[in-house]
C-alpha cells in the first residue's frame, strides 16, 4: 500500500501564526511518531502515540506545540503562535507494532520555515 | 539519556569501493536497538541495517553490513561495492527496549554525509 504521507509538504508562516501539520500514516499501523529536524542535524524525538492514545510528549518543546491522533490513523501536530526557532523540518513515522526493533516507515516531512 | 554521536560529517568514497562509517553512543541501559536510516536529497528516510543488542552476531543486508562492539559502545556501517545510488546522509539512531520518557522514539546522530565519486 502507500506508505507514509505528509502534508503540506512545504509551509511558512509569520512569526505569531498558528500551524497545523498533517500526516497520514501507513493503514494498519498501531505506533505513530513525530521527530522535527533541525537543519544539518538528525531528527529529534517529539512525541508518540499508540493507536490513539499519545503515550510520550516528553520531546515536545513547549506548551505551544500540540499533538493528536483522535481515530487511531491520521495525526495533527499544531504549532501555536510560532517562532523563528520552530523552523525544521517536521517529520511523521509510523510502526506496525509498538516496539522493539520494528522497522520506522517515515514520510517525506513538511519543511516549516516561520518569518 | 542517551545520546548517540556521529563523527565524521562527510566522507567520499568512489564508486565500487568501500566505505565504513562511524556511530558511538552512550547508555547505561543493556537492552537496546541499533539502526542506520539513509535519508537521499528530498526523499524520506528509509532503514538499511538494524541490530538487537543482545545478538553478538553483527547483522547484515546484501551490501551493507554492521561491526557492532557493545563494550566499545560502537556501531558502524561497512558498504562494500558502493554505488552512485548510495549518495545520503546516514543517520545512525538508539532506541531503547524500554518505554516513556523519550524511550519509544529514535535518538539519532547528527548524520554523515557520503558521497560516491564516480
Known amino acids: 500500500g502507500a506508505g507514509v504521507s505528509q502534508s503540506p509538504r512545504y509551509k511558512v508562516a509569520k512569526r505569531g501564526q498558528d500551524v497545523a501539520l498533517r500526516c497520514d500514516p501507513i493503514?494498519?499501523?498501531?505506533?505513530l511518531f513525530w521527530y522535527q529536524q533541525a537543519l544539518g542535524q538528525g531528527p529529534e524525538f517529539l512525541t508518540y502515540?499508540?493507536?490513539?492514545?499519545?503515550?510520550?510528549k516528553s520531546g515536545l518543546p513547549s506548551d505551544r506545540f500540540f499533538a493528536e491522533r483522535p481515530e487511531g490513523s491520521v495525526s495533527t501536530l499544531k504549532i501555536q503562535r510560532t517562532q523563528q526557532e520552530d523552523s525544521a523540518v517536521y517529520l511523521c513515522?509510523?510502526?506496525?507494532?509498538?516496539?522493539?526493533?520494528?522497522?520506522?516507515?517515515f514520510g517525506p516531512g513538511t519543511r516549516l520555515t516561520v518569518t | 539519556a542517551q545520546t548517540v554521536t556521529q563523527s565524521q560529517p562527510e566522507m567520499s568514497v568512489q564508486e565500487a569501493e568501500t566505505v565504513t562509517l562511524s556511530c558511538t553512543y552512550d547508555?547505561?541501559?543493556?537492552?537496546?536497538?541499533l539502526f542506520w536510516y539513509k535519508q537521499p536529497p528530498s526523499r524520506q528516510m528509509i532503514l538499511v541495517i538494524r541490530?538487537?543488542?543482545?545478538?553478538?552476531q553483527n547483522a547484515t543486508e546484501n551490501r551493507f553490513s554492521v561491526n557492532f562492539q557493545k563494550a566499545a559502545k560502537s556501531f558502524s556501517l561497512k558498504i562494500s561495492d558502493s554505488q552512485l545510488g548510495d549518495a545520503a546522509m546516514y543517520f545512525c539512531?538508539?532506541?531503547?527496549?524500554?518505554?516513556?520518557?523519550?524511550?519509544?522514539?529514535?535518538?539519532f546522530g547528527k548524520g554523515t554525509h557520503l558521497i560516491i565519486q564516480p
Open positions: 513515522a509510523s510502526s506496525l507494532v509498538p516496539a522493539g526493533i520494528y522497522e520506522q516507515y
Open positions: 493503514s494498519g499501523h498501531v505506533s
Open positions: 502515540f499508540q493507536n490513539e492514545a499519545q503515550l510520550d
Open positions: 547508555t547505561s541501559e543493556s537492552d537496546y536497538y
Open positions: 541490530q538487537e543488542a543482545y545478538k553478538q
Open positions: 539512531a538508539y532506541r531503547s527496549a524500554g518505554s516513556g520518557g523519550g524511550a519509544d522514539g529514535l535518538t
